[in-house]
């Protein structure tokens, strides 16, 4: 079994800096890229921030310049440092991990359950 664990939401004011963390844990051979999506009621969700085990990232256009992604290979996490937030920010956070797990011949992607965002004044 693999999970995904969440932490660092919550509410912030415009203008302001959240960081999201996510540990990955269970039977893990190999992460091969993890990252962030978000999601607002009623729309699809979203990529934010994407990292590759060898720190190869990509970004929304909507967040460039203002969130960075980073990982820590050896605690299976990844972080997403969030400034300048504007409200459009507000959503729910998804973990998302592609990962080779015992048992298989070929990885997947996990999710974790989500952490809220909310950007407001």
């Known amino acids: 079994q693999v999970q995904l664990v969440e932490s660092g939401g919550g509410w912030m004011q415009p203008g302001g800096s959240l960081r999201l963390s996510c540990a990955a844990s269970?039977?893990?051979?190999?992460?091969?890229?993890m990252g962030w999506y978000r999601q607002t009621p009623g729309k699809q969700r979203e990529l934010v921030a994407t990292i590759t085990s060898g720190g190869y990232t990509n970004f929304a256009d909507s967040v460039k310049g203002r969130f960075t992604i980073s990982n820590d290979n050896a605690k299976r996490t990844v972080y997403l440092q969030m400034n300048s937030l504007k409200p459009e920010d507000t959503a729910v956070y998804y973990c998302?991990?592609?990962?080779?797990?015992?048992?298989?011949?070929?990885?997947?992607?996990?999710w974790g359950k989500g952490t809220l965002v909310t950007v407001s004044s």
């Open positions: 269970g039977s893990i051979l190999n992460i091969y890229t």
């Open positions: 998302n991990a592609d990962i080779l797990d015992l048992g298989r011949f070929s990885s997947r992607d996990y």
